[in-house]
């Protein structure tokens, strides 16, 4: 089965996540309960149901119906419409049709053996290269959702379901899940992207800053070997680690402590050192967790991204991970580094704990404190933190969920623990072979992670020994670093990152003037084939040949501030218009093209920066 050149290329382009699954179902049609028909020239889409044909658009293309149903919508600007089922694409190409650029659509299909049979037959391509559409298809998992990172940061400020209901009824409980997951993942993505977006110069200055310091440091999964036979303790900062603490005392010698900065001020003040802090979050904030209190017997664990105060401050006893920012594994593998473990970083320090402990192949993890929720009086976090410090400890508990509790009828749970506590869930059920065990009693009931009180889990980690196991880490670590030795490394591998940049912002440069310093009156048609147009026009081609020209000096450039000045290009260019479609081009190019300036310029400022300081001693 061929699809059709035009809808391979935009597929290829757009959705490879899609294109892939279609692949893996290409042999596979065990499963088909449609076919395609042609009457009067008229594909028609047909499913049997039981003994029973079912027609989701009728036997002939019924623009009526398709009209009745769109005009049935309540729609408002700004928003991602979740639309069950892709069918023929008919009523996905009513809807596009009658709304403008504030609008966007993410179409779940359950069936790759449909969009097969669709892509083979019928030019789908303007649906397909439509920048407001998106597109999943099979298993509703993260992967399948990765196209709405897009959506999630230029200018969509919610999600709304929009039910087809022809083909939501073929398979209701598909249906159900593509939606009630879509939801989540918007709620987890949108602030995580936005955040990427947001701090993207913080994070680029992090790794540049970190990078002399964590050049010789070991790799979070070094320690594997050492870890694996015990059972890990995550500490939250929940309530309800208050009366936790003589079960932690119980237990800090028979499993690996780990906590995030949150709580690591009550532990240490309980007489409870733990043996790793994760510091994950890039912002200076983190090192508060940390001021004024002995560190001496704690391991860090961070990502290259973490603030330098706090790894300088644990300077010799880091344990990093690269994480998912390509700068990181850019710079590395230009220095002949390896290029370092990737930790699933949700929007949550706990999240990279949990990856931790599966990375480490540990059989059994134990949440402490780790409530999700808050108490009816809205209390937030532990008594003795930092968000204590500033105010922070309260929340507002009206309009949050309530949800069944360990030991509570039902707790007050808000919608970033209720992000949290499905990214648990999700976690949890995708590595059903670690053992999860939860002691917050106040907290709420996390699926697959039973209940227990602290008796009967001191009973269920079991009497392993960890006396040695801060020796046998240690042993790891090395000498502190010659900084001055890894900056000026450092210092060389940039030098063409920043010759790379330099010719980004002049070429950019260049071609933006160019085409500001056009006369309006281009913009009409019957400028269309100028040659002053048609030659602005093959600037395009000029400079992403400077851009694509090196991937790793690009993943540099573009983890800084040029994240956020393209993502500021594609809201503008969404309301870019014209029925010179030359001149509307260039008006796009325009905007990327000062994107670029801006980024690059920004990149350059921070690589010189870094190349023209003295080296550290």
Not at 58 to 74: A, I, T, V
Not at 166 to 194: C, G, H, T
Not at 334 to 363: F, H, M, N, Y
Not at 380 to 403: F, I, K, P, W
């Amino acid at each position: 089965m061929t699809i059709l050149p035009k809808n391979e290329r935009a597929l290829k382009e757009r959705f490879p996540q899609v294109w892939n699954r279609m692949q893996s179902a290409s042999n596979d049609f065990s499963i088909n309960d449609f076919s395609l028909q042609t009457f009067d020239n008229q594909i028609v889409l047909t499913y049997n149901r039981e003994g029973k044909e079912t027609y989701p658009y009728g036997k002939k293309n019924n623009p009526k119906l398709l009209d009745r149903w769109f005009n049935n919508q309540s729609l408002t600007p700004q928003l991602l419409y979740t639309i069950t089922g892709f069918g023929l694409g008919y009523h996905i190409r009513t809807f596009l049709k009658n709304v403008d650029h504030q609008y966007m659509v993410f179409v779940g299909e359950r069936d790759p053996h449909l969009l097969l049979e669709v892509f083979s037959q019928i030019d789908c391509s303007d649906i397909l290269e439509d920048e407001r559409f998106f597109l999943g298809v099979g298993e509703p998992d993260d992967n399948y959702y990765s196209p709405m990172q897009e959506a999630a940061v230029i200018g969509v400020q919610n999600i709304s379901p929009v039910v087809y209901s022809p083909l939501f009824s073929l398979d209701e409980s598909y249906y159900d899940k593509f939606l009630a997951e879509a939801i989540r993942q918007y709620l987890f993505l949108r602030p995580l992207m936005m955040a990427s977006v947001d701090q993207a110069s913080i994070l680029q200055e992090n790794i540049l800053e970190n990078m002399p310091t964590l050049m010789d440091a070991p790799d979070i999964n070094d320690i594997r070997e050492e870890c694996s036979n015990f059972p890990v303790i995550l500490v939250g900062a929940g309530p309800s680690l208050d009366e936790s603490i003589d079960f932690l005392r119980k237990v800090k010698d028979k499993a690996i402590i780990i906590c995030s900065n949150t709580p690591y001020r009550k532990l240490i003040k309980s007489g409870i050192t733990p043996h790793f802090v994760v510091a994950a979050d890039p912002k200076e904030f983190t090192k508060k967790g940390f001021e004024g209190l002995n560190i001496e017997d704690t391991f860090l664990a961070a990502p290259v991204t973490a603030p330098p105060s706090v790894i300088n401050l644990f300077q010799g006893k880091t344990f990093y991970w690269t994480g998912i920012t390509a700068i990181g594994v850019s710079i590395r593998k230009s220095l002949g580094l390896p290029t370092g473990s990737i930790i699933v970083e949700q929007g949550t320090v706990s999240a990279c704990i949990l990856d931790i402990a599966r990375q480490w192949g540990c059989k059994k993890l134990v949440f402490v404190g780790q409530d999700l929720a808050m108490t009816d009086s809205g209390k937030y976090y532990t008594e003795d933190s930092v968000y204590a410090d500033e105010g922070n400890m309260m929340a507002d508990t009206q309009g949050c969920h309530r949800l069944p509790g360990n030991t509570l009828n039902d707790v007050p749970v808000e919608s970033r623990l209720f992000v949290y506590l499905k990214t648990f869930e999700q976690f949890i059920e995708k590595y059903p072979h670690i053992e999860y065990r939860n002691t917050a009693r106040l907290g709420v009931k996390i699926q697959g992670c039973p209940y227990l009180d602290f008796e009967d889990a001191l009973d269920w980690i079991g009497d392993t020994d960890n006396s040695q196991i801060k020796k046998q880490i240690g042993s790891y670590l090395k000498p502190s670093p010659d900084l001055r030795e890894n900056t000026q490394k450092l210092k060389e591998t940039l030098q063409s990152t920043i010759a790379y940049s330099k010719d980004v912002f002049k070429t950019s440069m260049e071609s933006a003037l160019r085409i500001e310093m056009l006369p309006t009156k281009f913009q009409q048609l019957n400028y269309f084939n100028n040659s002053k147009v048609i030659n602005c026009l093959k600037d395009a081609d000029r400079v992403n040949a400077i851009v694509d020209s090196n991937p790793e000096h690009y993943n540099i450039l573009f983890e800084g501030k040029a994240k956020g000045e393209l993502v500021q290009y594609k809201k503008k260019i969404k309301g870019i218009q014209s029925d010179n479609k030359r001149w509307e081009a260039l008006l796009r190019n325009k905007e990327y093209y000062w994107a670029l300036v801006e980024g690059a310029n920004d990149t350059i400022t921070c690589l010189e920066k870094l190349t023209n300081q003295p080296p550290e001693n």
